[in-house]
T-cell receptor, first 119, second 113 residues
Framework: DAGVIQSPRHEVTEMGQEVTLRCKPI?????LFWYRQTMMRGLELLIY????????DSGMPEDRFSAKMPNASFSTLKIQPSEPRDSAVYFC?????????????????FGAGTRLSVL | DAKTTQPPSMDCAEGRAANLPCNHS???????VYWYRQIHSQGPQYIIH???NNETNEMASLIITEDRKSSTLILPHATLRDTAVYYC??????????????FGQGTILTVHP
């Protein structure tokens, strides 16, 4: 398996523009996670999905952020409008459901991330 | 989930064992200890996890004290490629908390020639 695939790897945009980050989880994984990493706040969980349904979005910073998972093999994280403080590295991760793995592995596999710069 | 405390940085000579400590004095009986690492410009990578017994895999060994209030990750023969930030994470193995990994600041391990 190619692992979790994120695109683009780098994104530079201007304040006010819409940004869409994409993620393809590992085939067969039931859970998908979006994280954000900054120097100030470290790695933070933004939202996660189970079987394409958002379960916990309490980490989403504000209404400018939205995430969707239209099917089991694709998810997007959208920022509209973007602001300079959104500059960060955004990671996507996926994992198996507990009943499909030897409990409690719950191992999350991360993508390489998207480095976002909002000017 | 229980909080963890790790030293901010450590050094290790190439070829020697790297022993990374983690304190988790408030850990509950149903919480596991997970270790991840993040090499520069990459996503975090799972290393190992355990509940109360010591664990070993192809990457590392995990030693958990009998009272489970602390643990040590051991890289038996560190290489330059092991230079990374190492995160110790404690969390419930299932239930409503499933899925959440709470990353702290971690330990920056520098392996030098």
């Amino acid at each position: 398996d190619a692992g979790v695939i994120q695109s683009p790897r780098h994104e530079v945009t201007e304040m006010g523009q819409e940004v869409t980050l994409r993620c393809k989880p590992i085939s067969g994984h039931d859970y998908l996670f979006w994280y954000r990493q900054t120097m100030m706040r470290g790695l933070e969980l933004l939202i996660y999905f189970n079987n394409n349904v958002p379960i916990d979005d309490s980490g989403m910073p504000e209404d400018r952020f939205s995430a969707k998972m239209p099917n089991a093999s694709f998810s997007t994280l959208k920022i509209q409008p973007s602001e300079p403080r959104d500059s960060a590295v955004y990671f996507c991760a996926s994992s198996l459901a507990p009943f499909k793995s030897v409990m409690p592995k719950n191992i999350q596999y991360f993508g390489a991330g998207t480095r976002l710069s909002v000017l | 989930d229980a909080k963890t405390t790790q030293p901010p940085s450590m050094d290790c000579a190439e070829g020697r064992a790297a022993n990374l400590p983690c304190n988790h004095s408030t850990i509950s009986g149903n919480e596991y200890v997970y270790w991840y690492r993040q090499i520069h410009s990459q996503g975090p990578q799972y290393i190992i996890h355990g509940l109360k017994n010591n664990e070993t895999n192809e990457m590392a060994s995990l030693i958990i004290t009998e009272d489970r209030k602390s643990s040590t990750l051991i890289l038996p023969h560190a290489t330059l490629r092991d230079t990374a930030v190492y995160y110790c994470i404690v969390r419930v193995g299932g239930g409503t908390s499933y899925g959440k990994l709470t990353f702290g600041q971690g330990t920056i391990l520098t392996v030098h020639p």
